[in-house]
């Protein structure tokens, strides 16, 4: 069992950066890929980033791909998405997921979510 614990949202202007955190819970932090989803009102849920278990390897959406980071800390059990030149179409509920493989990545536990409001 993995928990999960984003943090970091908030309300910012078009062209500002953001730092979502999302931390775990759990001695198989380390065993995890871990990725980055996003829903927007009246939209379906897609995918923005993820990352591998040794975080050697990452993937991104193209519509985030050059300016947003994934990264994870395995000491904090901790995992990262720096987003950059944010846009109002970037608006959404972001969700951090725990998942088994970062191929096709899918989330077996998820977070509560992190409100990310752009503003133009």
């Known amino acids: 069992q993995v928990q999960l614990v984003e943090s970091g949202g908030g309300l910012v202007q078009a062209g500002g950066s953001l730092r979502l955190s999302c931390a775990a819970s759990g001695r198989t932090f380390n065993t995890y890929a871990m990725g980055w989803f996003r829903q927007a009102p009246g939209k379906e849920r897609e995918f923005v980033a993820a990352?591998?278990?040794?975080?050697?390897?990452?993937l991104y959406a193209d519509s985030v791909k050059g300016r947003s980071t994934i990264s994870r800390d395995s000491a904090k059990s901790t995992v990262y998405l720096q987003m950059n030149s944010l846009k109002p179409e970037d608006t959404a509920v972001y969700y951090c997921?725990?998942?088994?493989?970062?191929?096709?990545?899918?989330?077996?536990?998820w977070g509560q979510g992190t409100q990310v409001t752009v503003s133009s």
């Open positions: 997921a725990a998942g088994p493989r970062l191929a096709r990545f899918q989330g077996d536990y």
């Open positions: 990352i591998s278990w040794s975080g050697d390897r990452t």
